[in-house]
């Protein structure tokens, strides 16, 4: 992308005008599409009141763009308030009581994901860890030694929230398939600067939310689940947008739907659901891979930014094996919460993880402001 491009995007994001805004990690900056998808719903709850019509609309073309996104179908997509709602919606309609009962996780999910395999351990399931190396990575040889023929599902993510570690999510599927085991993917923490396609990756689930690098904001999801894997599960969280027929009313039996919608629950988030598919809009606008090469671009020029000025990283040198988080150590002298807020007091946004910082450009941000973020943190972090 042009620097003209990117300055005419730039408009769309108000608050680029006087912040760096480098906490793409954990909210990207709002974008005046995004705040405009909000204020219909607004409007129209103003001028029609109850609209069951409109908001289902939206529901599907939600659903619609994320597909888009991914390379799926919109019948393959489901729609929840959060990550965890989904993924504990597909955790217990596994069936743990055969052969295969183990489920694979990794010390690099956000917990949230961990927790709920652990969770599900009454009701069989048995949780195996992978470890991460002094390096905070996980090798792919790893893989191959805790998959094996007892394993029901392999559950990872494709970017370590941490330190901005990168899996190559196609190659751990094959090695999951080959031994029998199903794989779901946390997208989490780079959909939108990664290109990403589940019929090609061989895919079983995938599940985002939006307000990390899709512009979105909390309180909506989405999960996809291959056509092929829908009808062998039957969860036990649901509601009445799981059913055939959520209109329909009936209290006395399960009607499941026979596509992905099966794991909506209650009532969908449908005011978040008006943001992120505005957001969505904007990445699909742009496009991916023009989006991926400007972050490998700022990737780099972090990592060299960082080396240069004596700092101390726990990410991966070589891009190709890194998404857009830069994790930097604070070390003893400042926790990384602290160090977020003084870096707020100077206009720039980072995200405090641990004992690091981390610096996570989006497609809008300039090389100038990393610089400058990276020299407030040498400044902070010696006391100026």
């Not at 596994?94 to 999910?109: A, H």
């Not at 700022?298 to 998404?323: E, M, Q, Y």
């Not at 807020?341 to 980072?350: A, F, K, S, Y």
Request: hydrophobic share 40%; proline share 3%.
């Amino acid at each position: 992308m042009s620097e003209a491009e990117i300055d005419r995007w730039r408009e769309d994001f108000p608050i680029l005008k006087s912040v760096a805004h480098l906490g793409n990690c954990s909210q990207s900056a709002q974008s005046k599409q995004v705040l405009a998808g909000i204020q219909r719903y607004l409007d129209n709850w103003g001028s029609v009141g109850m609209d069951w019509d409109s908001w289902m609309e939206e529901i599907e073309l939600a659903k619609a763009e994320f597909a888009r996104l991914i390379g799926a179908e919109p019948d393959e997509i489901a729609i929840a308030s959060s990550v965890s709602d989904l993924v504990s919606s597909v955790a217990n309609s596994l069936d743990y009581t055969g052969k295969r009962k183990k489920v694979v996780v990794t010390d690099m999910e956000f917990p949230t994901v961990d927790y709920i395999w652990l969770a599900n351990q009454r009701h069989g399931a048995k949780v195996d860890f992978v470890s991460v190396n002094e390096h905070h990575e996980i090798d792919i040889s790893e893989y191959e030694r805790y998959i094996d023929e007892d394993t029901l599902l392999t559950s990872i993510t494709q970017v370590y929230y941490l330190n901005g570690f990168k899996q190559d999510v196609k190659a751990i599927a094959d090695i999951a398939h080959r031994k029998g085991s199903l794989v779901l993917v946390d997208a989490y923490q780079c959909l939108g600067t990664e290109p990403m396609d589940v019929k090609a990756m061989n895919i079983d689930i995938l599940v985002s939310g939006c307000l990390k690098y899709l512009f979105g904001i909390p309180g909506v999801a989405f999960m996809y689940v291959n056509r092929n894997l829908i009808q062998e599960l039957k969860p036990s969280v649901t509601g009445w947008f799981g059913q055939t027929n959520p209109f329909l009313f009936q209290t006395r039996y399960l009607d499941w739907a026979n596509k992905t919608s099966r794991f909506d629950t209650g009532t969908p988030p449908v005011l978040t659901a008006y943001a992120a598919r505005a957001g969505l809009e904007i990445i699909n606008q742009v496009t991916v891979p023009k989006i991926k090469d400007r972050i490998d671009m700022l990737s780099a020029h972090a990592l060299n930014g960082v080396a240069a000025r004596g700092l101390k990283t726990i990410s991966p040198f070589d891009v190709s094996k890194k998404g857009g988080t830069t994790a930097i150590v604070c070390g003893d002298k400042v926790d990384s919460h602290t160090m977020e807020q003084l870096l707020r007091d100077r206009n720039v946004i980072g995200s405090g993880r641990g004992e690091v910082i981390r610096i996570a450009p989006h497609f809008y941000t300039k090389p100038e402001e990393i610089d400058y973020a990276l020299d407030c943190i040498k400044d902070i972090l010696e006391g100026r």
